[in-house]
């Protein structure tokens, strides 16, 4: 059974910097691209980035890929998110994803919450 | 980008009616993906490539559409159906998600 599981959400200041986690089980991590999705507590949902199976080649939403960078770690099948300068518009929960070629986000983690405020 | 606009924002149906939800893109795309999510829970794909059901997802379910005009019908309303439900594309980066479509049991 393929599952995800998220975690690294915080209630954290603006400015900050955190790291997301998503373990992977119940598949072969390393041959599947993954991508970051976040929803807003008004349910709007917005693509991040993904990122290629090897690790070698990321592309992001435009207006994000200057504070958020993707990564991977095949060898202990995790994603991560690392977000910089973190702003209140980025509070959010946030799900990884496993890509499916033509199958889209083919499933998701059980998501990890951000909460940004002073 | 391409902008998703969903219609409606909202909708209630009783058991056993029709259902039928669109979206509309601002540019053609390919195709057009289905998500669905419960109160709660996580998204799930419910259709992708427009109109292939993903494993699992029960045959009242169907999409179809071309080019910027896309649906996805529920042919017989059931009470597990109740959840918001989100149409996106993977046709130009980056890819973006329709604001959803809440449906209620009436």
Not at chain 1, 60 to 89: C, H, P, W
Not at chain 2, 90 to 106: A, C, D, V
Request: with cysteine; hydrophobic share 30%.
């Amino acid at each position: 059974e393929v599952q995800l599981v998220e975690s690294g959400g915080v209630l954290v200041q603006p400015g900050a910097s955190l790291k997301l986690s998503c373990v992977a089980s119940g598949f072969t991590f390393s041959d599947y691209w993954m991508s970051w999705v976040r929803q807003t507590p008004g349910k709007t949902m917005e693509w991040i980035g993904d990122i290629r199976y090897d690790g070698s080649y990321t592309n992001y939403g435009s207006s994000l890929k200057k504070r958020f960078t993707i990564s991977r770690d095949n060898a202990k099948s995790t994603l991560y998110l690392q977000m910089s300068n973190v702003r209140s518009e980025d509070t959010a929960t946030y799900y990884c994803s496993r890509v499916g070629g033509s199958t889209g986000f083919a499933y998701w983690g059980q998501g990890t919450l951000v909460t940004v405020s002073s | 980008e391409i902008v998703l606009t969903q219609s409606p924002t909202t909708t209630a149906a009783s058991p056993g009616e029709k259902v039928t939800i669109t979206c509309l893109a601002s540019s053609s795309v390919s195709h057009i993906y289905w998500y669905h999510q419960k109160s709660g829970a996580s998204p799930k794909l419910l259709i992708y490539s427009t109109s292939t059901l993903a494993s699992g997802v029960p045959d009242r379910f169907s999409g179809s559409g071309s080019g910027t005009s896309y649906s996805l019908t529920i042919n017989t309303m059931e009470a597990e159906d109740v959840a918001t439900y989100y149409c996106q594309q993977w046709s130009s980066n980056p890819w973006t998600f329709g604001g959803g479509t809440k449906l209620e049991l009436k």
